[in-house]
């Protein structure tokens, strides 16, 4: 444990995963390959990124942060010039 910027006690951060997602069939998690599928829960299309339900951030550009905080390269498709 450790300190905050007012003096209270913090709990360490840790990469564990809970995923908010009560969807049937349940979402993909942050580590599969699909995890893009995943239902949006909070759309930030002004600020270019949505929050899905298994905990990753998906920015415009494709990037992704996952909830352990891993970032995943923007992916575009390439096109045939």
């Known amino acids: 444990m450790s300190l905050n910027h007012v003096g209270h006690l913090e709990e360490p951060v840790t990469a564990e995963h809970h995923t908010v997602c009560t969807h049937e069939p349940p979402c993909p998690q942050p580590d599969d390959l699909d995890r893009e599928a995943a239902r949006i829960i ?38 045939a010039a």
């Not at 600020?47 to 352990?68: A, I, K, M, Y």
């Open 42 to 79: 909070a759309a930030h299309p002004e600020q270019g990124w949505n929050l899905l339900c298994n905990g990753v951030v998906v920015f415009d550009d494709t990037g992704e942060l996952l909830p352990d905080g891993r970032v995943i390269d923007p992916h575009r498709p390439i096109t």
